[in-house]
Every structure is written in structure tokens, then in C-alpha cells.
Antibody, heavy 114, light 107 residues
């Protein structure tokens, strides 16, 4: 079964760091475009970052320079390293497969608060 | 960056109604457009991609059309399970963007 499972969310203070993981099953992460998408409480969807099958990475302006997307091919897992976190980064973070996002995880919640 | 707008932002409709949602991109996106449905507390679900291609398993009452900068999602006969928020997303640019969403609720 094709599946994505996110983990690593939690409560962090402003300025802190967190690493999210997205474990894939049923397909190969490195053969696909993989994205992170977030949704702040009561708000719409915001694309955060993508890693192409070839390894190129792109970021939304709101996170560029603070977040890093990566993958571990041996673990078939996608990551999002989040540094210098701000209150406005509070959201449910989803990972998704492909440029039109055909497979989504259930999300992991990140709360940035003192 | 390509900006996406949607109209209306919300609508009220009855079961059986025909519903149309519009999505507009700030520049041409060559049909590189997807539509998603999201219900409260759930992850989004892909409905259509390439503007008009129906994702496997999605009911045929959902359809998409458009070209250039303007696209539409149509639900031909609204069903109780269709009450949700709908988002468009462009993937023409390396920086993907979503529209702000259209909430469809019960009249």
C-alpha cells in the first residue's frame, strides 16, 4: 500500500529547531518529486518546499534560508529541518508525493510558542 | 512567483446542485493545475490534475476545464459527501502555489 507517515512535530520555542520526518512505503521517495505543505490553524494550504527526483530543492519565500528539505534513500524517508522557528510557522505539516500531489500523509502538528 | 486566486471564497448549495469554482493564475500555467478537496481535520485529496484529468477513484461528477490563466472545477450534481473546501494548485513553476480555497457548505 502506498503510504506516507509524518512524525517529529511538537511544541518548540521561538528561535528553536525541529526536524520533521516523512516515512514512505509502497513507492520510492528518490524516484518522485516530494513536497512539504503546511496549514496554519483555520487557514488554507501553503506549499513549503519540494525536492525533485534529481535532487534539486526549492522553497517558499516564507521559509527560504530557515528550512532545509532532504531525503535518505536508504530509509525511504523525506525530512524537513526547520530552524529559527517563528510563531507564524505554527501549522500542520503534510508531506506529499508528486508535483500534483496524489499521495498525502495525515500530517504532524508544529506549535511555535513560548 | 505565480499567484493563484479562487472565486467564490465560499458558497452555499443544495444536494443536486451544479457547482462551479473558478481558479485564476497570475500568468499562464499551461494546464499545470490540480484540484483538491479537503474535509475538516483531514489531509487534502487530489481530485484532478493537468486541469482536466480525473484522479483514479474520483467520481465522474467532478470535472475540470480551462486554459492559460483561467480554470474551473465543476461538480455536476452535489452530493452530501462533497461539502468541503476546495483548493487549486499550480505546478507550472518550480515554486508551487495553492489558491486560497473555496468552502462549499449546505444551503
Amino acid at each position: 500500500e502506498v503510504q506516507l507517515v509524518e512524525s517529529g512535530g511538537g511544541l518548540v520555542q521561538p528561535g528553536g529547531s525541529l526536524r520533521l520526518s516523512c516515512a514512505a512505503s509502497g513507492f520510492t521517495v528518490s524516484s518522485n518529486y516530494m513536497s512539504w505543505v503546511r496549514q496554519a490553524p483555520g487557514k488554507g494550504l501553503e506549499w513549503v518546499s519540494v525536492i525533485y527526483s534529481g535532487g534539486s530543492t526549492y522553497y517558499a519565500d516564507s521559509v527560504k534560508g530557515r528550512f532545509t528539505i532532504s531525503r535518505d534513500n536508504s530509509k525511504n524517508t523525506l525530512y524537513l529541518q526547520m530552524n529559527s522557528l517563528r510563531a507564524e510557522d505554527t501549522a500542520v505539516y503534510y508531506c506529499a508525493r508528486n508535483y500534483y500531489m496524489d499521495v498525502w500523509g495525515k500530517g504532524t502538528t508544529v506549535t511555535v510558542s513560548s | 512567483d505565480i499567484q493563484m486566486t479562487q472565486s467564490p471564497s465560499s458558497l452555499s448549495a443544495s444536494v443536486g446542485d451544479r457547482v462551479t469554482i473558478t481558479c485564476r493564475a497570475s500568468q499562464g500555467i499551461s494546464n499545470s493545475l490540480a484540484w483538491y478537496q479537503q474535509k475538516p481535520g483531514k489531509a487534502p485529496k487530489l481530485l484532478l490534475y493537468a486541469a482536466s484529468r480525473l484522479e483514479s477513484g474520483v467520481p465522474s461528477r467532478f470535472s475540470g476545464s480551462g486554459s492559460g490563466t483561467d480554470y474551473t472545477l465543476t461538480i455536476s450534481s452535489l452530493q452530501p459527501e462533497d461539502f468541503a473546501t476546495y483548493y487549486c494548485q499550480q505546478y507550472y513553476s518550480t515554486l508551487f502555489t495553492f489558491g486560497p480555497g473555496t468552502k462549499v457548505d449546505i444551503k
